[in-house]
């Protein structure tokens, strides 16, 4: 068998990605934990679908990491984070909420900075047409173009990736 050698990750390098995880679970904990009774869950439900949304004082609430370099402009939050933008959307219309909130924590921006986004959603009644709808394409195994690319991210793990054209971004 072929070894492999790779050189280990520098200890500094090593020590900033502890230092990143743990400024994100502490931010995660400040939501959930920092002011009693703050931050719930709430039971949402699409025909046989369920899950639970996080509320910060009754806002659907997102956490996210982010490699970008500099911070986002609130108009450009749905183009620049469109995966995250339109889970944020079917939490609040499966949730009866008009507004939505993402904290986007910056990890390569100095000093841990993060950006907390509020977002209104003005027709629930669509999102949540749309969240069916892609449902009902996922459940009838329908063909993958039907449903949005997958982030370039996501790609990689993609189980219809054979199929449809979000490779084509990546």
Do not use: H
């Not at 502490?26 to 949402?44: M, S, W």
């Not at 609040?92 to 904290?103: H, M, N």
């Not at 900075?113 to 959603?121: A, I, L």
């Amino acid at each position: 068998p072929e070894e492999t050698t790779s050189e280990p990750e520098p200890a500094e390098a090593r020590m900033r990605s502890m230092e990143r995880r743990a400024f994100r679970d502490t931010l995660e904990d400040a939501l959930r934990y920092g002011i009693r009774g703050a931050f719930k869950t709430t039971r949402v439900a699409l025909r046989g679908l369920t899950d639970r949304v996080g509320m910060f004082r009754d806002v659907p609430t997102l956490v996210r990491v982010t490699p970008f370099q500099k911070m986002v402009d609130r108009a450009d939050l749905a183009r620049a984070f469109s995966y995250i933008f339109d889970r944020l959307a079917f939490e609040c219309a499966l949730g009866d909420r008009e507004w939505g909130r993402v904290v986007l924590y910056y990890q390569n921006l100095p000093e841990d900075k993060f950006m907390v986004y509020d977002v209104g959603f003005r027709d629930l009644a669509a999102i949540r047409a749309e969240a069916d709808r892609r449902l009902a394409l996922l459940e009838s195994e329908a063909s993958p173009t039907l449903l949005p690319a997958c982030p370039s991210w996501m790609y990689k793990s993609c189980r219809f990736k054979d199929r449809c054209g979000c490779g084509d971004a990546a």
